[in-house]
């Protein structure tokens, strides 16, 4: 039951088919599969599938697209052949927690090209000797297992990656010949500020655009009070300035 809310939840607001992250987490599964995953979700790039009870990947859909799969803490022993097939494109697989004994289980991983990182933590497979020289002899594609790399060098978080992608091409935005732009240098500062808050204004919740709204309406009230005052204001002198005149002739008549 839990489970059909949180994919009702996810529908309700955009079509599976324009749905590009998906967290089943702590779901049930039944015979091996989660009723509502179907391949009408044909732009998933990211699914976690964590303490879902799953025994089996036959059931999954085919996506073509996906990149990272979360299958920690299930009761998969085998049948990874499969992931090649529906899920050719992944790059991170997280099999943490499983059954997975030994290395002719993870032998059919091989096809998976683009697999760059693999998490077997918790696996009985991590009790076998030389298990990570093993392991990297056997998938020569992935640079990452249980988080480090054959040099032990940590694996990056995601964001960590993001990041650097953002600097890399902020480099090669200010990468030019010596001097082409020093005449533009105030420009650039102000339109780096501007950018700057566009940012903050991009990040503010809907809340605080309410409120901004609000405070219009009554900046408006309050210029529409002080345009009145002083349409009275100017009426009052408009009278004082006739009436003068008319004070100066009666005491010429004097």
């Not at 091989?110 to 497979?125: G, P, T, V, Y």
């Amino acid at each position: 039951m839990e489970m059909k809310k949180r994919i009702t939840l996810e529908l309700r607001n955009r079509a599976p088919e324009k749905v590009t992250e998906l967290v089943l987490d702590n779901c049930r599964s039944s015979n091996g599969e989660i009723e509502g995953l179907n391949e009408s979700f044909k732009e998933l790039e990211f699914l976690s599938m964590a303490n879902v009870e799953l025994t089996s990947l036959v059931r999954l859909p085919t996506l073509s697209k996906l990149r990272k799969l979360e299958l920690s803490d299930n009761i998969i022993s085998g049948g990874l052949e499969v992931l090649a097939e529906k899920c050719p494109n992944l790059t991170y697989l997280n099999l943490s927690g499983n059954k997975i004994k030994d290395l002719s289980t993870v032998e059919a991983l091989q096809n998976l090209k683009s697999l760059k990182s693999l998490d077997l933590f918790n696996c009985e497979i991590t009790n076998l000797e030389d298990y990570r020289e093993s392991v990297f002899e056997l998938l020569h594609q992935i640079t990452y297992l249980d988080g480090f790399d054959q040099e032990d060098n940590e694996a990056p978080d995601s964001e960590e990656e993001d990041e650097g992608d953002e600097d890399d091409d902020e480099d090669e935005d200010e990468a030019g010949p010596p001097g082409e732009y020093e005449e533009d240098d105030d420009e650039d500062d102000g339109g780096s500020d501007l950018g700057e808050g566009e940012e903050e204004e991009e990040e503010v919740g809907l809340s605080y655009l309410m409120k901004e709204e609000i405070q219009d309406e009554e900046d408006d009230d309050d210029y529409v009070e002080e345009r009145g005052d002083e349409e009275e204001a100017e009426g009052v002198q408009g009278e004082k300035r006739k009436r003068d005149p008319e004070d100066e002739g009666e005491e010429e008549d004097d």
